[in-house]
C-alpha cells in the first residue's frame, strides 16, 4: 500500500509542477517529500535496489574499482547517490522550489540509496529522516484514508 501511496503522491508531485501555478514549487516538494517517505518505508524501494544493485550498481563499481586498482563497494556508491539526492532536494529548497522535477526525481532515488547506503553519519542522517517521517505521513494519510 506504502509503495502505490507514493506513486499517487509523486505523480500528483510532478503534475502540480509541470502546471506552474503561483506557488505551488513548495506544494509539490511537500507532497514528493511525503511520498519519498512512503517509499522508503515500502518493501518497493528495497526491490528496487536489489534490482539495481544486479543490474547497475555492482557493475559500475567494478568497473571503477578496476580502474582505480582499489576494491570499490556498493554501499560506497550508494552512499554518494544518497548525498547526491539529499543536497539536491536542500539546494532546491533553498534556491528555488518553483523549478523542482530534479528535487522530486531526487526524492525518487534517495531512499533506495538510503537503504544501500553504509552507516556514515549523513546516510545515517538520511535513514533517520525517511523512517521518523514516514512514521509521521503514514499516519497522516491513514487517517485522511482511514486505513
Known amino acids: 500500500m506504502d ?3 507514493a506513486a499517487c503522491m509523486f505523480t500528483a508531485a510532478w503534475w502540480i509542477n509541470r502546471q506552474k501555478f503561483k506557488k505551488s514549487g513548495l506544494l509539490a516538494l ?3 517529500f511525503g511520498g519519498s517517505m512512503l517509499f522508503y518505508r515500502s518493501p518497493a524501494s528495497e526491490t528496487a535496489l536489489g534490482w539495481l544493485n544486479d543490474s547497475l550498481i555492482a557493475s559500475v ?3 571503477v574499482g578496476g580502474m582505480l586498482g582499489d576494491p570499490l563497494h556498493s ?3 550508494w552512499a554518494v547517490v544518497c548525498i547526491a539526492g539529499f543536497a539536491i532536494t ?3 529548497l533553498a534556491k ?4 523542482n522535477a530534479w ?3 531526487a526524492l525518487v532515488i534517495t531512499p533506495i540509496a538510503a537503504h544501500g ?3 556514515g553519519a549523513i546516510p545515517g542522517l538520511i535513514d533517520g529522516l525517511h523512517s521518523g517521517g514516514a512514521q509521521f505521513v503514514s499516519g497522516i494519510v491513514g487517517g485522511a484514508l482511514g486505513t
Open 75 to 77: 554501499s560506497v556508491v
Open 117 to 119: 547506503a553504509g552507516s
Open 96 to 99: 528555488n522550489h518553483h523549478y
Open 3 to 5: 509503495a502505490f501511496l
Open 30 to 32: 511537500i507532497i514528493a
Open 61 to 63: 563499481s567494478d568497473m
Open 90 to 92: 536542500i539546494m532546491d
Open 103 to 105: 528535487a522530486i526525481v
